[in-house]
């Protein structure tokens, strides 16, 4: 029977890595993802899961190691952090390319500098156009769905594609709340065994990994970029079945909060969602129409769907919590693809973006209602004074 338990997010991905019988993972610690590694490591030891359980000497191993895994056949799992993200980026691109649908959990934290233990979104952003699957959870039991759901999405014969499921550090990765665990029968029936297309055997040999001649590259990348055209279709489905399986109500793309009838909205992804929905509830009480987007994925970019949610918007803040440094707005990553997604609109609203949440710091009520007052004042003067601002460096609005 599903049981409720209150869960870190660290523990949610373990429990949901646990629950998808996962055959093979490696490990390699740096916090704060390190948490996953330690209740999985438990479990094996345990006899709670049968699987193999290996530490590599740092993250290009680790996810070496779990590539080798879901080439030969079996359910791999990994993670990192930060600096320990990057250090594993040679792999990404061969992962993608050779069609290896294994996972790696990501709770994210600042790179150096300052390289200290708060979350930002920088470490797996500079990893978004490797070709994998990527998306942040907003909370533990998010955690734990997006865990089963990407590996569905990834393993469909369709995709066959390496999963970022990407987490705040610390702000969910070590807080608890309320997450459902689901009964094995159910996660068997949305999630059965992973069977490799191509797996590793002498009696049927095939290349994994080969090096091709350059006229063979621009094929493959195509064949890269047109599943991730078929994406769509096969997400939509693992969430409806995902839905009816285990009685959740999980929309494909975005969480939308008090959208409807906005004329100010947010644009955000992560954990500090959930503070800026309790912005949203006081700026409202004050007569604000104020409203919120959150992508659940970040690649695919649910282009259509932000387009239509965020259409009849007359001014909209992307809430950056990663870098882009000389990027054309000057700020973050989610503003570019956000005014590119708007860009065909007739009458698109007014875009600006705030630099927040670096360095792990927290972004308060009191920072939302910051920008809430440029986005009124956005309204009234109907232009954009400047594309981004470095909330907390700025004059008060």
């Known amino acids: ?20 019988e996962v055959e093979v993972i490696c490990s390699f610690p740096i916090r704060p993802y390190t948490a996953i590694m330690m209740e999985l490591a438990k479990m094996v030891a345990n006899g709670e899961l049968d699987a193999e359980f290996l530490h590599g000497e740092g993250e ?5 190691v779990v590539l080798g895994a879901s080439a030969c056949g079996a359910r791999a799992y990994t993670g990192s952090s930060g600096v320990g993200v990057t250090y594993a980026f040679e792999v990404y691109s061969p992962a993608a390319g050779g069609r290896y649908p294994f996972q790696m959990a990501i709770a994210d934290r600042t790179l150096d500098p300052p390289g200290d233990f708060g979350s930002e979104h920088t470490d797996a952003m500079s990893a978004r156009d490797q070709g994998w699957l990527m998306g942040w959870a907003a909370t533990p039991q998010e955690v734990f769905d997006n865990t089963l759901i990407n590996y569905r999405v990834g393993e469909d014969p369709r995709i066959m594609l390496p999963q970022f499921v990407c987490q705040d550090g610390y702000f969910l ?36 990994g080969p090096q091709i001649r350059p006229d063979q590259g621009a094929p493959m990348d195509a064949q890269r970029a047109a599943t991730f055209l078929d994406l769509p279709p096969v997400i939509e489905k693992a969430v409806a079945d995902y839905n009816a399986i285990f009685g959740r109500n999980l929309d494909p793309w975005l969480e939308r909060y008090m959208i409807e009838d906005a004329e100010v909205a947010f644009f955000i992804q992560g954990a500090h969602a959930n503070t800026c929905k309790s912005a949203i509830n006081h700026l409202r009480a004050k007569g604000l129409k104020a409203g919120m987007v959150r992508p659940r994925w970040i690649r695919p970019w649910p282009t259509q769907q932000i387009t239509e949610a965020l259409a009849h918007v007359k001014a909209l803040a992307c809430v950056e919590t990663s870098t882009s440094y000389g990027g054309a707005m000057r700020g973050g990553n989610l503003v570019h693809e956000v005014r590119a997604s708007l860009y065909d609109l007739d009458k698109r609203p007014l875009v600006t973006s705030f630099m927040a949440g670096l360095g792990g710091d927290v972004i308060m009520l009191d920072d939302f209602y910051y920008m809430a007052g440029i986005l009124k004042q956005m309204v ?18």
């Open 173 to 208: 990765s070590h807080i608890p709340d309320k997450v459902i665990l689901p009964d094995i029968a159910q996660v068997r029936e949305f999630l059965p065994p992973y069977a490799a297309p191509h797996p590793l055997s002498p009696t049927c040999p095939v290349s994994h």
């Open 60 to 64: 290009h191993a680790q996810v070496s």
């Open 380 to 397: 009234e003067e109907k232009k954009v004074r400047q594309h981004v601002y470095w909330v907390g460096f700025e004059e008060e609005a």
């Open 1 to 20: 029977m599903p049981q409720e338990r209150k869960l870190t997010g660290c523990s949610a991905a373990a429990q949901a890595a646990k629950l998808a």
